[in-house]
């Protein structure tokens, strides 16, 4: 424990510290630090554990340690690059290469034959047995004592060095407040679930004393970590649902829930609603009556049948002579709303709006004059809608498509445009979310679930195929279109800007072209032009087209009920969730359909095992809840979509089990100590402005 400074306010600036001037503070600044509290959680990302000298017999590879010798021999070479190497041996007879291929001339001085030096770091199996590359190293002259807690590595600030940054950390900790000022969470609830106190949490994770479990630490699974987890998930959780508050307290004109227009729709539907859809939609029509803003996230497999009923709630707010607004993540899929809403909606007399990116000059006035005027009473479009500029004469919902695309403050961004009321919300996503997780990063929205599928459907048929076998499949293809099939292939690179994808979804479809002849074949990529793109759709809607090469811009919401085939290639560099979100567009009509993955062998285990759950099952939440369990939350929801990113020390799939005691507790705390909950968000997510600026 460092010599006690007097301990100051969590939101001392940083400039208190010695050494900390306008240059460094202006550093410090850009990563977020600018309060003592700030450093105190700035945590270390992982440990190196200098307490102790390992021999070097001893010595394993891959496992980092620190060891002690004499120098031996020194070579400088320059075969390839330069390259410094030296041989280093101790007491116990075992050798140990150090290599460096960056040096100054003053470190080989330093090397002198015969020199003592420790030197930490991982070794590998070199040339000549273990070696360490880059070490990080000190040529010792007299006695130097041991490290006497293990070395925290803090993640990198640009322009400040790990040892100016520790210096900057010790002084802060040296002015952190004894327990009972710092303390937030109840005593009991830390006792119940055996975790230290925050003051007790935050120095162990700076200074871990040399006994420390250096394994957990390193995991993340330290008691200490497991507090600071806890109260950083509840920080979120608290902000989340202080700000669902703070909307619904500010109230909103309530709908009459006249359902004449949604009646006239549902008659003239080809189809009867699902029994979840009925249920969905009745839940929204409750919401929507109350006199306080809907917040409410559907979730929905590919293909269950969202959009008609996010139609019939935009049907409500018509029918109150108001307007709603539906916005979509990419263009092709604000298009296809866009037909789908004119289809049903505008032989019932009304008007539905398009305002993308794409659409301007005069058009783009007009659209703007009709959704001010209220001539519009459907506005559909991209995050165009949310730009400045676009004013709705009285706007009643607003309907987000497919959430994970959006930030959290893009969605906020569209309540602002409710002029005097706040619009009502309603959050559609495909991406199927276990629900302890849905609790967390949806704790500002109701969560409803259309968990039934249109009847007729068969289910997809997947197999795994390797790369080679393509000509069977081209054969494949050819059968289908016989038929009157039609058929997707799907192009992807992982990892390569849009144009190399569309060179080589171009050289893709040449060569498919050329193979099959007898079947029309045409292309879509994120590269073409709007009208390019909709008119190679609406003929692949229309049948004219008998096989589609498309990029991963069909991924959401395109829908083609006789497209029953559909190949991606490179399936193998795809997640879960995403390889589901494509395969959802066959099986959408009543033909047995199947989605063949070809992939590059050899596969990877993770990858092998990505493809096996998609030929094991199509339910969406199965496959959700294995993406998690494959490739953590931050994967799964998208990265900036929640600012659950942004945690610092808690992981969601690590930290799980910590969720239903968050939760209790975020219950409690707003009923009961709302002033407590608000330091902890404080604390954690830096004041209201995060969030409810947005
Ligand atoms: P998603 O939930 O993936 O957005 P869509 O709303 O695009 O699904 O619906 C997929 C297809 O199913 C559309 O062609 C739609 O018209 C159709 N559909 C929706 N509801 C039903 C239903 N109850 N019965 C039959 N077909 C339906
Ligand atoms: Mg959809």
Redesign the pocket.
Known sequence: MPAAASPARADTRLSVLTGVGPALREKLAARGLSTLQDLWLHLPRSYEDRTAVTPIRLLQPGVAAQVEGRVEAVERGFRYRPMLRVALSDEGRGTLVLRFFHFRAAQVAQFAVGARVRAYGTPRPGQFGLEIVHPSYQVLGGEVALGETLDPVYPAIEGIGPASLRKLVLQALQRLPDEATLELLPQALRRALHLPSLREAILTLHMPPRDADVAALQSGLHPAQRRLALEELLAHQLGLRRQRLALQAEGTRALRGDEKLVAKLKKSLP????KA?ARVYAQLREDLRQPRPMLRLVQ?D???????VAAMAALLAVADGRQAALMAPTELLAEQHLN?LRGWLEPLGLRVCWLAGKVTGKARAQALQDVASGAAQVVVGTHALMQEGVDFHDLALAIVDEQHRFGVHQRLALRDKGKGSVPHQLVMT?TPIPRTLAMSAYADLDVSA?DEL??GRTPVTTIALAAERRPELVERIRAACAEGRQAYWVCTIIDESEEVVAQAAQSTFEALQAALPGVRVALVHGRMKAAEKQATMRAFKQGEVGLLVATTVIEV?V?V?NASLMVIENAERLGLAQLHQLR?RVG?GSAASSCVLLYQSPLSAMARERLDTLRQTNDGFAIAEKDLQLRGPGELLGTRQTGLAAFRMADLTRDADLLPQVHALADRLLAEAPQLADRIVDRWIGGAARFAAA
Do not use: Y
Request: glycine fraction near 22%; charge should be positive; hydrophobic fraction near 30%.
């Open positions: 189809f009867a609603l699902t859809q929905g590919v293909g269950s049948g969202k959009t008609v789908n495909a259309i249109p009847p919401g829908d009920p959802g959408r």
